[in-house]
């Protein structure tokens, strides 16, 4: 624990120690005013970023529109078909 003479910047409450050393000791928030500013959690619920082009695929040639990445080399794409047969 780190010891000091700190006040919470949105309540002016003070906070004689942190778990941690501040690097900027004017951003220190106290307990109760952390938990009423963080921001909420997600709900579990991921979006996933799908990415749009012409490709082909690289063992059957079947054209591939949609991946769920951004292909870092064209030649080595594959199909969901190819895909699914070489896992």
């Not at 109760?32 to 695929?57: F, L």
Request: proline content about 8%; some cysteine.
């Amino acid at each position: 624990m780190y010891s000091g003479d700190w006040s919470c910047q949105d309540c002016s409450t003070a906070i004689t120690s942190l778990p941690f050393e501040p690097k900027d000791p004017s951003t220190i928030s106290c307990r109760e005013c952390h938990s009423k500013n963080k921001p909420a959690r997600s709900s579990g619920t991921r979006v996933q970023r799908i990415y749009c082009g012409d490709w082909k695929c690289c063992q059957c040639n079947a054209a591939v529109d949609e991946l769920p990445f951004k292909p870092l080399d064209p030649e080595t794409i594959a199909c969901r078909d190819c895909h699914s047969k070489n896992k």
